[in-house]
């Protein structure tokens, strides 16, 4: 059978990798704050108070590519613990 689906994307927040810790550093230097205290900045906007891990984006990733998935086409799926942006 041919299966010919349109792309479908996640939409991750903050997800803790080397990359970020280079921003937060850079954003908390900018600021004169610590890191911690950058971190906790952006860990207020998340509603269920916890930063994303890559599992969590790769989760949603490994679900679309899926046989479980092949009904799903031209989706969005915000991947952010409800985070606010503002």
């Known amino acids: 059978m041919l299966m010919i689906r349109a792309f479908s994307i ?3 927040s903050i997800v803790r990798t080397k990359i ?18 950058q971190q ?5 906007e998340i509603a269920i ?3 994303a891990a890559p599992a969590d984006a ?4 490994a679900w679309f590519v899926s046989l479980a998935a092949w ?3 031209g989706q969005s799926l ?3 613990g409800r ?3 503002h």
């Open 71 to 73: 009904y799903v086409t």
């Open 49 to 51: 108070r916890r930063k």
């Open 20 to 37: 970020r810790d280079a921003i937060d550093k850079k954003t908390a230097a900018s600021k004169g704050k610590s890191i911690p205290e």
């Open 83 to 85: 985070m606010r942006f």
């Open 58 to 61: 790769a989760e949603v990733v």
């Open 40 to 44: 906790a900045d952006w860990l207020i």
């Open 78 to 80: 915000q991947v952010d």
């Open 10 to 12: 996640h939409l991750p």
